[in-house]
């Protein structure tokens, strides 16, 4: 049934969207004449890699010579790219990835080899089920770019201050993932473009009544300053990246 409603879900969706894309994708290439996408290798269900479809947010030939978490004020990303990452076009594109089977609406978000190489035994439970566009971390960290802004290694802050509470949002999703919540994550995810913290409010919510982790649900709100962490199956912080 998930798969069917991946599917559906998909196709209408890149049907409507269609007319925003195309226009978006023309402005990127009018750019620097090259192509509007790029292809991103990422790690999904088992382990398995896979070409993740996205809008190009970066100056072409740029996005391997950086650091693998993006900040918003990292210098490769270019004007139309700011608009990109802001309105999260490039994540829509990866519907395509979804009808393709290598991504699901709803799941944690795929990651880089290079980060999921450092999961504990514990996060490798992340990779059991596919990647998706969406979950709980996705609408708790959708402000990613900003949390790294101005952090000297914007990968270690990733593995210090997101990481943690990503992988155990991961975590909790699957652990309760069900047809109802993946079709609430899809509508407040759409509701955390409008406000995030109508979004956030009911993250907390739904935490609370699956009876997670004070220091989960601490960091789920956004209340707090995001201090670091040991990620998941680890009792110390990652200290190097």
Avoid at 57 to 67: A, L
Avoid at 174 to 202: C, P
Avoid at 215 to 230: G, M
């Amino acid at each position: 049934m998930k798969r069917l409603i991946d599917l559906l879900a998909a196709f209408s969706g890149l049907i409507v969207i269609s007319p925003v894309l195309l226009v978006v994708i023309i402005k990127v290439w009018m750019q620097d004449y090259k192509s509007p996408f790029y292809i991103a290798s990422r790690v999904g269900k088992d382990g398995k890699e896979f070409n993740m479809v996205k809008l190009r947010s970066m100056v072409i030939n740029e996005s391997g010579s950086g650091p693998d978490s993006t900040s918003a004020n990292d210098n490769r990303i270019t004007p139309i790219g700011h608009f990109i990452r802001k309105y999260k076009l490039d994540e829509l594109s990866q519907l395509y990835n979804v009808m393709l089977g290598d991504m699901s609406l709803v799941g944690p978000r795929p990651n880089v080899k290079s980060e999921t190489d450092l999961y504990t035994s514990l996060e490798r439970h992340l990779l059991s089920v596919r990647p998706g566009i969406t979950d709980f971390a996705s609408i708790v960290f959708s402000d990613e770019g900003e949390i790294l802004q101005n952090q000297e290694d914007p990968d270690l802050a990733y593995n210090q201050l997101i990481r943690p509470w990503k992988s155990r949002l991961g975590l909790i999703y699957i652990e309760r993932r069900s047809l109802l919540l993946d079709i609430q994550l899809i509508l407040v995810t759409l509701l955390g473009i409008i406000s995030k913290q109508k979004a956030l409010n009911w993250v907390v919510k739904q935490l609370v009544e699956l009876g997670v982790e004070q220091n989960v649900l601490d960091a789920a709100s956004r209340q707090k300053e995001l201090l670091p962490f040991p990620p998941p199956g680890a009792d110390e912080i990652v200290l190097r990246r």
